[in-house]
Every structure is written in C-alpha cells, then in structure tokens.
C-alpha cells in the first residue's frame, strides 16, 4: 500500500531517495487545512504551499489523493525538487 505525506516547502527542497522497486511523486499546491509537516513537524497553516507526496513499491499503482488536502498547482513549482524518476 502507498504511503502518503503533507510536507512544508523547506523539507521539499530535500531530494527524494531512489530505491530499486519503489516509485516517489511529490506534488505542489496550497493547503486545504491546517497540517503539521509529517518529516520536520512544523505547522502548515491552511493557505500555504507545500506539497503532497506519495511513496509505494512498483507493482503498486498511484491513487490520486492530494486534491483531499492540496490545493494542486498547474505549474510545477520551482521550489520543489522532483524524484528523479
């Protein structure tokens, strides 16, 4: 099962690790709620950029679920570092 995440735009700044068999995608956008980074901690509140994103082994399809707590940009942002993949 993928594992999901709500991150502040510092942490998205960190690259993503690759790892044989897996998949990573960060996607962009505003905050819908309140939310606590789920690597640094820090508060999001509603309104903020960050980023959602979702990890999960190759075999397992990405199911979209970041319009639930992102507003998504239509343009990546530049601050944000993608997977590599």
Request: include cysteine; charged fraction near 25%; aromatic fraction near 8%.
């Amino acid at each position: 099962m993928p594992s999901h995440r709500i991150i502040c735009k510092t942490c998205a700044k960190r690259p993503l690790g690759e790892y044989p068999g897996e998949w990573a995608k960060r996607v962009s956008g505003v905050a819908l709620n309140d939310y606590l980074c789920d690597q640094c901690n820090v508060d999001i509140p509603k309104g903020t950029a960050c980023v959602a994103e979702s990890f999960g082994r190759t075999k397992t399809p990405h199911v979209p679920w970041e319009r639930d707590y992102i507003k998504m940009e239509v343009e990546p942002c530049p601050w944000i570092l993608p997977s590599g993949r």
